[in-house]
């Protein structure tokens, strides 16, 4: 049978592509459960204008056996393409993922794009058939990621709010720490769109070839549009230095806000001249109060760190969460 690849535009299209996403993340990331139908619809139906999204499913007959994403950055980056791939379990090892992953890299070449990345998931010492996919490819791995979860049913709530207090009353007492929900105030819209780039700018970044960003307010505030269009909620904390009013610090968690028990960590960031007063365990533990005031129901809490960003690491271990598998960002020259 062949393979009828089609963009998902529709309804039925992205009922097809959440049907391989709620089939196959549970099985083969245990503790994720894949972007939630709402998610999928969004992305769909709302553009990003600095990060363009096109989904796509595979059809053999009238069954859908993949679903494959295609992003294309279009501020910065403009040379890369990013690709996921994945095929329903019971369709794997017949040159599936293979036929539209070529299809994929047809639709970067087509676009421009002149390098392709990839961040596939697999166990923290083993291999996972993304990495043989990728490497039949010819993609060479350029990071190291890991995957770290926290269950939130083994926080100490009581524990976590006075050493919360005792960061706020001793090291980091030059600074405020604030919260918000799905948008910020306006008062710190700069600073916290400052902040966002130095989340990558300021981590290790291995071999992939990746420009720094540069965000305003109108790009920060057109992110939380888009998040709040698909259907997702977002927790902020910040540090506010006193003496100046400026933001100085921020953290991002996100969580579908029709199923609460998967929620990601996005990016964490202290400018730099700030660092060394605990801002980042300030922020990152207010924001875990945060999500238990207003996400009580939230299970686990998943964060992905360069292997080799041991002051974010330190942070995330100190608050509970632990290695569960690795992540490798692939790059593939088009
Ligand atoms: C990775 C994935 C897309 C492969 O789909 P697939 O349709 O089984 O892939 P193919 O049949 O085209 O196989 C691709 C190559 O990987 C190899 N491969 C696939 N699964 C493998 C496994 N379990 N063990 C060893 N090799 C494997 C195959 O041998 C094949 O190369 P070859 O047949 O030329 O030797 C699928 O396993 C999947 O959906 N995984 C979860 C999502 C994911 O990790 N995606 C990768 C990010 S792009």
């Known amino acids: ?46 553009r990003l204008p600095s990060f363009d999204i096109a989904l796509y499913v595979a059809r053999e007959g009238d069954e859908v056996v993949a679903h494959g994403f295609f992003g294309l950055p279009m501020v910065e980056n ?69 995957r770290r979860q926290l269950v939130v049913s083994q926080l100490d709530s009581a524990e976590l709010a006075s050493r919360v207090e005792a960061l706020a009353t001793g090291p980091a007492a030059a600074y405020e720490l604030i919260t918000w929900q799905d948008r910020c105030p306006d008062e710190i819209v700069d600073g916290a769109a400052q902040i966002v780039p ?24 057109e992110f939380e549009e888009f998040q709040v269009a698909r259907g997702r909620s977002g927790l902020s904390a910040a540090a506010i230095e006193r003496s100046s009013g400026r933001l100085v610090a921020m953290t991002n968690l996100a969580l579908p806000s029709s199923d ?28 875990l109060l945060n999500l238990l005031t207003h996400f009580p129901d939230a299970a686990t809490i998943q964060t992905y760190n360069a292997a ?14 632990r290695a569960v598998e690795r992540e490798t960002a692939y790059q593939l020259a088009l």
């Open 308 to 321: 080799a960003n041991e002051h974010m690491i330190a942070v995330n271990e100190a608050l509970g969460f």
């Open 78 to 146: 403009q040379h890369m393409c990013h690709v996921y791939v994945a095929v329903a379990l019971d369709a794997r090892r017949r040159g599936i993922g293979t036929e539209l992953a070529n299809f994929l890299l047809a639709e970067g070449r087509r676009e421009g794009r002149s390098l392709l990345v990839s961040y596939v998931l697999g166990p923290l010492d083993g291999r996972a058939p993304g990495d043989a996919l990728a490497a039949k490819l010819g993609a060479k791995p350029a990071l190291e990621q890991v």
């Open 198 to 221: 130095l989340v990558q700018s300021d981590s290790p970044q291995g071999e992939l070839e990746m420009e720094d960003e540069v965000w305003d307010a109108p790009r920060f505030r």
């Open 1 to 46: 049978v062949s393979l009828q690849i089609d963009r998902v535009t529709d309804a039925e299209g992205a009922a097809g592509y959440h049907q391989i996403e709620a089939e196959t993340v549970p099985v083969d990331h245990p503790g994720l459960i894949g972007d939630s139908l709402d998610d999928v619809v969004g992305m769909v139906e709302h």
């Open 260 to 287: 609460h028990r998967v929620v990601d960590q996005q990016g964490t960031a202290v400018e730099r001249a700030h660092r060394g007063h605990r801002l980042g365990l300030l922020i990152k533990g207010g924001n």
